[in-house]
């Protein structure tokens, strides 16, 4: 475990923080006694809409077309070629 005064804290942050992210237990404290546990954190997502695409509804509707539902259809039998 490690553990670091607020003032000591502030100057070593990058070091602090690289030490949680390396699987280290990490506490900050107030005149030694620990307050707060730094912890790695999981990156937020936003998706909109349709998952993750930002698409416009008309190329959207597009890849699903019946002329693309030939074609990819044709990628995986040969004899259904128009």
């Known amino acids: 475990m490690r553990q670091a005064n607020i003032y000591e804290a ?6 602090l923080v690289q030490a949680a992210l390396d699987g280290e237990d990490v506490w900050i404290a107030r005149a030694g006694k620990p307050l707060v546990r730094l912890v790695p954190g999981q990156p937020q997502t936003q998706l909109r809409g349709r998952g993750s695409l930002s698409l416009d509804r008309e ?17 995986f039998d040969p004899a259904a070629q128009p």
């Not at 502030?10 to 070091?15: M, Q, T």
């Open 10 to 15: 502030k100057a070593r942050l990058s070091e």
């Open 59 to 75: 190329t959207l509707d597009a890849a699903f077309s019946a002329e693309v539902e030939r074609e990819v259809a044709a990628l």
